[in-house]
């Protein structure tokens, strides 16, 4: 009888062992969001990481951290530093590295709407791109790729911005990538940078307008206290496009069943919902803005025609860029509008 104790004790010894071991055996992934836990992307990042968890059956949890541990230019750098697994990226900052993504940030290619956007972003660089491991060459795997809202101008001077003259006629902050690339061919001397530090520059009022960047952007990183007036084109100068990235390493790691899991929740679905909050965020800043008393403007035909001239050159460059790879980038600019207009 007491042997039969001893193997029975044995056996649930053995057993709690095992269980500790799976439980401990549960992959983490630790995740920075570089415009902190506040800003509305956390609505769609946070989520996921749950999601994760769920899909996964807590084989693979997400922990982000609570605050930013990398300068947004290096997120790429920070996670195959090992600093962070997962994090995301804006494209002016991979242009470098990556030509693929580049076409979500021409000017004046825009939807309006960032879930639209965003899904259709996914869809032509998923269709296009997403078979050349550009991304994985350098150490990451892309999960999801999505957009915010369009950028627009914006001017702490009384006369609103409404000609390629009355930014020369001021210090200007541009947008790092599209919108400081337009701005130099249009021979407006300005400084430019990610939008999370735009308000070091209009805080200590060194410059007074801005060239690219969201209403969300002005109450998020500028204060509404610092511009008199905006100007919005027809269609923006640019929609700001990210890819959320994991270490390859960690995603090499997972076996098939927890890779196919949280693709089918990462993607498409990222897209939608991080731009979904991206959209929401833009309704309650533009009524921020309009109880600060900031008059918003629509761009003259003159003013678009001035700014779509100097961006020309930007199309040029990626529709190259594209066909050294192989691919045709007007085919690409084509579809990603189709799947815009096609309402999803």
């Not at 500790?20 to 415009?35: G, H, I, M, S, Y």
Request: net charge positive; with cysteine; hydrophobic share 45%.
């Amino acid at each position: 009888m007491k042997k039969v104790l001893a193997v029975a004790a044995l056996a649930v010894g053995a057993s709690a062992m095992f269980g500790a071991t799976q439980a401990q055996a549960a992959e983490r992934w630790t995740c920075n969001v570089f415009t902190g836990p506040k800003h509305y992307v956390n609505k769609g990042l946070k989520p996921w990481g749950k999601e994760v968890a769920k899909v996964t059956n807590g084989e693979v949890k997400i922990n982000f951290l609570p605050a930013n541990a990398a300068p947004p230019p290096k997120q790429l750098n920070g996670i195959v530093a090992g600093t962070f697994d997962c994090a995301f990226i804006f494209h002016a900052f991979t242009a470098k590295q990556a030509a693929g993504p580049g076409f979500g940030i021409l000017p004046f290619l825009n939807s309006g709407s960032a879930v639209q956007g965003g899904i259709a972003y996914w869809r032509a660089w998923n269709d296009n791109f997403g078979d050349k491991k550009e991304f994985d060459k350098l150490g990451v795997k892309v999960l999801s790729m999505f957009q915010f809202g369009g950028v627009h101008f914006f001017t702490a001077k009384d006369k609103p911005i409404n000609s390629i003259a009355d930014m020369k006629s001021q210090k200007m902050w541009a947008l790092a990538g599209t919108s400081s690339k337009t701005m130099k061919a249009a021979g407006v001397n300005h400084v430019s940078g990610p939008a999370a530090r735009l308000g070091e520059f209009t805080q200590t009022k060194v410059v007074q307008g801005i060239a690219g960047i969201t209403r969300g952007g002005i109450v998020n990183f500028a204060g509404v206290q610092f511009p008199k007036h905006g100007t919005f084109t027809t269609q923006s100068m640019m929609m700001p496009s990210f890819a959320w990235m994991v270490s390859k390493k960690k995603w090499e790691s997972l076996n098939g069943d927890q890779k196919k899991a949280i693709a089918a929740i990462s993607g498409e679905e990222l897209a939608r919902n991080i731009g979904k909050a991206s959209d929401d965020f833009e309704e309650v800043a533009k009524d921020k803005l309009a109880k600060a008393g900031i008059k918003e403007h629509r761009a003259s035909a003159a003013f678009e025609a001035e700014l779509e001239k100097a961006a020309k050159p930007q199309y040029d460059a990626w529709f190259k860029r594209a066909q050294s790879m192989g691919v045709d980038g007007k085919k690409v600019v084509e579809q990603y509008k189709k799947f815009v207009a096609s309402g999803s």
